[in-house]
T-cell receptor, first 115, second 115 residues
Framework: AQSVAQPEDQVNVAEGNPLTVKCTYS??????LFWYVQYPNRGLQFLLK??????LVKGSYGFEAEFNKSQTSFHLKKPSALVSDSALYFC?????????????FGTGTLLAVQP | EAGVTQFPSHSVIEKGQTVTLRCDPI?????LYWYRRVMGKEIKFLLH????????ESGMPNNRFLAERTGGTYSTLKVQPAELEDSGVYFC?????????????FGPGTRLTVL
C-alpha cells in the first residue's frame, strides 16, 4: 500500500537558520512527490513537485526538496528560515502509472520559526 | 484567475442532520477531488471526478456520503445523516487535465462540526 510518513509533528527553528522538514514514502512504482503548505485559515498551497529528472527540485518561496530514491525520502529544505514560513507542511505522493490522480498525504509537520 | 472556492467555510450541525458542501473548481479544470482531514490526522482522499463522471470513489467512507458534479462544473458533497465521526475539514481540489501530472489546487476547506 502507498503511504507517506512525516516523522516530526513539529519542527522548531530560529529565523535565519536552515530548515528541513522530513518526508519518506512507500509506493509500488516510481513516485510523483509533492509538498504543500497550509497557512492558518487558508487552503493548501502547492510548493513543489518531483516527477523525474534532477533530484533537487526548486519551488515557491525559496523552498527546495531533495529526492533520494535509495532512502525513499523527499525532504523539504530552505537555506534561511523566515518567521513567515511558520505553517503546516504536508508531503504527498501519487503513484506513477496509477489509475487515479489521488494524492496520499502525510500527517503534516508544523513548522515554527522563532524570531 | 479565481481559485477553488468552497461554501460554507464552517458548518455546525446536530447528529442526524443533513449537510451539503459545495465546491467550485478553477474554471476549465476537468478534475475535481474531495479530501477530508479528521482530528489533525492526515488528509485523506474521498473521491475524484473527471468532468461529470466519478473516476475514483474508493475513499468515500460509507453510503451516508453522496457526491455529485452535474454538468462537470461545481460539485456538492452531501452527508446524510451526519454522525459525530464526520467532523473534520473537507477540502476540494481541482486540476486541469486527466492523465497529466498537474499539481492540484486546493480550496480553503469547509470545517464541519457534528454535535
Amino acid at each position: 500500500a502507498q503511504s507517506v510518513a512525516q516523522p516530526e509533528d513539529q519542527v522548531n527553528v530560529a529565523e535565519g537558520n536552515p530548515l528541513t522538514v522530513k518526508c519518506t514514502y512507500s509506493v509500488s512504482g516510481n513516485p510523483y512527490l509533492f509538498w504543500y503548505v497550509q497557512y492558518p485559515n487558508r487552503g493548501l498551497q502547492f510548493l513543489l513537485k518531483y516527477i523525474t529528472g534532477d533530484n533537487l527540485v526548486k519551488g515557491s518561496y525559496g523552498f527546495e526538496a531533495e529526492f533520494n530514491k535509495s532512502q525513499t525520502s523527499f525532504h523539504l529544505k530552505k537555506p534561511s528560515a523566515l518567521v513567515s514560513d511558520s505553517a503546516l507542511y504536508f508531503c504527498a505522493v501519487r503513484d506513477h502509472g496509477g489509475a487515479t490522480n489521488k494524492l496520499i498525504f502525510g500527517t503534516g509537520t508544523l513548522l515554527a520559526v522563532q524570531p | 484567475e479565481a481559485g477553488v472556492t468552497q461554501f460554507p467555510s464552517h458548518s455546525v450541525i446536530e447528529k442526524g442532520q443533513t449537510v451539503t458542501l459545495r465546491c467550485d473548481p478553477i474554471s476549465g479544470h476537468d478534475n475535481l477531488y474531495w479530501y477530508r482531514r479528521v482530528m489533525g490526522k492526515e488528509i485523506k482522499f474521498l473521491l475524484h471526478f473527471v468532468k461529470e463522471s466519478k473516476q475514483d470513489e474508493s475513499g468515500m467512507p460509507n453510503n451516508r456520503f453522496l457526491a455529485e458534479r452535474t454538468g462537470g462544473t461545481y460539485s456538492t458533497l452531501k452527508v446524510q445523516p451526519a454522525e459525530l465521526e464526520d467532523s473534520g475539514v473537507y477540502f476540494c481540489a481541482s486540476s486541469q487535465e486527466w492523465g497529466a501530472v498537474d499539481e492540484q489546487f486546493f480550496g480553503p476547506g469547509t470545517r464541519l462540526t457534528v454535535l
